[in-house]
């Protein structure tokens, strides 16, 4: 089985964090979700090594996009109740998480180079609901 298919859902998970901003701000770019994805996959290494994640001086929007992700993935890790109070009952490893932002950020850095400044975000757009 490929990585996309076994890790289908908890990918479209952290992209539906991303996309529920970007339809809440239209002028949102790619390089947002980047850094988002950036700063969220430094708080998981730290917190997987115990140390303090780096501080990424992050704007709004990208603050707006992590905070969404990493609600998405804490869910998903069986920290934080998800959607309607859901428990996850199968959670997630740390490492199977980062995998998964690992995945998108390669994702975001493609679609960005293939169709500009909002490639990945329109393409995303069309497939999460």
Request: net charge negative.
């Given at each position: 089985m490929q990585f996309e298919e076994q890790y289908e859902d908890m990918l479209q998970n952290i992209e539906f964090g991303i996309i529920s901003v970007y339809?809440?701000?239209?002028q949102m770019v790619d390089h947002t979700a980047m850094r988002a994805l950036e700063a969220l996959i430094d708080h998981?290494?730290?917190q997987k090594i115990g140390r303090a994640p780096k501080r990424f001086a992050l704007d709004a929007?990208?603050?707006a996009?992590?905070?969404r992700m990493k609600a998405m993935c804490d869910w998903r890790l069986g920290i934080e109740p998800?959607?309607?109070?859901?428990i996850r009952v199968n959670p997630l490893t740390?490492?199977?998480i980062l995998q998964?932002?690992?995945r998108i950020l390669k994702s975001t850095h493609h679609w960005n180079k293939e169709n500009g400044r909002r490639g990945y975000l329109d393409?995303?757009?069309k497939h999460v609901r």
């Open positions: 339809r809440d701000h239209p998981y290494v730290a929007l990208e603050t996009t992590f905070d998800g959607p309607n109070n859901e740390v490492d199977e998964c932002l690992k393409f995303v757009a």
